[in-house]
């Protein structure tokens, strides 16, 4: 689940929300899943970011961590809900298509929900694989 | 009459639940921390790190007041006991106010002022920001991964801050020691050995375990229940902090009445 309503966990630096998923379930020494997100992070050019703080991230870092979390779930499938409301300043879909071929091996399946009156902003999306 | 004790009583009936449900709460919450389920990479990360922030960072803090009070009150003490030519029950007098007594008890109110607050906040602001639906969405059990660690952490910063204050107290006892008595070392020794009962150390380590376990549930607890709202952190961390002490002065007179059965 990618969604506001389910945010980054604010006390914990940005590689330890993409890493808990997998630390906790299947227990996964901490180094090794440093090590991990941090290749992921490398995806979307983020390592830089990996020991800041979430207050500090700007908003298409965060979205980019919540989606590098969700996909850290077995078998994953990402729903993203109202990709506009996590990233407000974002003109078009592109973004998120782009995110997602990023790390198009890390999950099963992906469904973008969003109202309907949105549907214009998804455009960029037809006709691509996602 | 009747109305005074409907006033009376509805306070004190809301207490003794409010105790209870702490009490029922309190036992799920041990058999967590006894459970090694409860222990993955994720907990021990966090547990690690509620050590630090505890025990560690602390210390400084920590040492300052230790020597500070801890050697005023020797100083007191050792005062007294020439006064009252009690010098042979000087070991007794340290190992069993100072040791079992004093040194939970300052250790347990400065973790409690700095800890049970921040982790009382802190569990209030993650339930405004809803991290704990972020928690549950991905089937991360609250109480393993938020109670489980700060709860063990409590419970073992206070034993080990409990042992440093007693031995930076009567480190400070050796040299008014050898200053108002001019006793030597070795005799100093010998009096906190031959003082020193078993069961003194038991009770003293079950109290330091009890208080670090309360001092860390109750803020955990309190903290769950702020609302959604900014406003209800303040209220959740004084209602939590409130109770923290009333705890820590239960625990107390409990120890007491235990030691002098």
């Known amino acids: ?130 | 009459m009747a109305p005074i004790l409907k006033t009376l009583g509805n306070p004190f009936v809301k207490n003794v639940l409010s105790a209870q449900e702490t009490l029922a709460f309190a036992g799920v919450v041990i058999s967590k921390v006894f459970s090694r389920r409860s222990y993955n990479s994720a907990t021990k990360t966090v547990l690690v790190n509620q050590i630090y922030f505890t025990a560690v960072e602390i210390l400084p803090l920590f040492i300052t007041v230790s020597i500070i009070f801890g050697s005023l009150l020797i100083g007191i003490v050792f005062a007294v006991i020439k006064d009252l030519g009690l010098a042979e029950y000087l070991g007794s007098i340290l190992m069993g106010f100072v040791v079992t007594e004093l040194a939970p008890f300052i250790t347990v109110l400065l973790i409690a002022l700095r800890s049970s607050s921040a982790i009382d906040a802190e569990i209030a602001v993650m339930k405004v920001n809803q991290e704990l639906n972020t928690l549950s969405l991905f089937n991360i059990d609250v109480l393993d991964y938020l109670f489980v660690p700060r709860i063990v952490s409590g419970m073992v910063s206070v034993v080990l801050l409990s042992w440093l204050f007693s031995i930076l107290v009567l480190g400070s006892g050796m040299l008014f020691s050898i200053f108002i008595f001019g006793m030597g070392l070795d005799t100093y020794v010998n009096a906190l050995i031959n003082s020193t009962k078993f069961s003194d150390i038991v009770i003293m380590l079950l109290k330091c375990m009890t208080f670090g376990f309360f001092i860390t549930l109750i803020p955990l607890r309190f903290g769950l229940r702020a609302s959604h709202e900014l406003t209800s952190i303040p209220v959740a961390v004084l209602n939590g902090m409130v109770k923290v002490f009333i705890a820590i002065v239960i625990i107390e007179v409990l120890s007491l009445i235990l030691r002098f059965i």
């Open chain 1, 1 to 130: 689940m990618v969604s506001v309503q389910a945010p980054l966990i604010s006390n914990l630096d940005a590689w330890l929300n993409v890493a808990l998923i997998r630390q906790y379930h299947e227990n996964l020494p901490r180094d090794q899943a440093r090590r991990e997100v941090l290749a992921s992070l490398d995806r979307f050019g983020l390592g830089a970011v990996a020991d800041r703080r979430i207050s500090s991230l700007d908003d298409q870092e965060r979205f980019c961590i919540m989606l590098l979390r969700a996909a850290m779930v077995k078998r994953s499938v990402l729903v993203i809900d109202r990709p506009f409301q996590i990233m407000p300043d974002l003109q078009d879909v592109r973004y998120v298509g782009r995110s997602l071929k990023w790390i198009d091996d890390l999950y099963e399946e992906c469904h973008i929900f969003d109202y309907v009156w949105m549907k214009d902003q998804y455009g960029a999306l037809h006709g691509e694989e996602h």
